[in-house]
C-alpha cells in the first residue's frame, strides 16, 4: 500500500523536518519513489511546478561590459622601436626619449625612458616600448648626464617628433637634430 503525505502533515510540527517525517513514513510504509522525490522537493505530485519564465534584457551594466571590450581590442599594445644614430655623446651621458603619453613620461624628464647603447652599435642609441595602437604620440630625445640635475637636460632642437603607433610602424628611426 503506497502512502502520500499531505503538506498539512508535513508541517504539523515545526521542530520535525521534512526529512525527518520521510524518514519516519518510509519506515512504517512504502512510499512510491516519485512520491517521495516531490516530498524532499517541498511540491507533491498534486501541485503543478512550472519553470520561471527568463526574459533577456539588456541593461546598463552589459553596455558597459561590450563598451569595455571594445576598449580593450582597439587599445592593444604594439611593439615599437627607437633608433637614434648618429648620436656621439661623452663618458657618463645618456639619452632618453620623452612624450606626451604616460609611457614616455609626459614630458616629465625624472620619467624620460633611457635608451641603450653598447660598443656594438654606438653612436647608436635604440629602445623597444609597448605603447598603445592608434594612439598618436608626440616626443623628443634628451641627453643627461649620469649625476646632473634633470634641470640640466638637453633637448633636441627642433619642433615635437610624431608618430601614430600602429602595425605599420614599428621602427621609427631617425638623427639626433
Partial sequence: MSKTLSNKQINKDSSKTVASYITEVSKNSEIEAPKLESIKRGTTTSKKTTKPKTTKT????????????????????????FVL????????????????????????????????????IYPTWKIQLRLPENTEVEFKFLSLKEGEDEDSAVWENSDNRTLTVSENNKVYECEWS
Avoid at 551594466?61 to 561590450?66: A, F, V
Fill in 85 to 120: 644614430n648618429n648620436t656621439s655623446t661623452s663618458i657618463g651621458e645618456n639619452i632618453f626619449i620623452s612624450g606626451n603619453i604616460e609611457d614616455l613620461g609626459n614630458w616629465d624628464v625624472s620619467k624620460a625612458v633611457k635608451l641603450k647603447t653598447n660598443e656594438d
Fill in 58 to 81: 539588456k541593461t546598463a551594466t552589459s553596455d558597459l561590459k561590450t563598451k569595455k571590450v571594445r576598449a580593450e581590442k582597439s587599445d592593444s599594445l604594439v611593439d615599437v622601436t
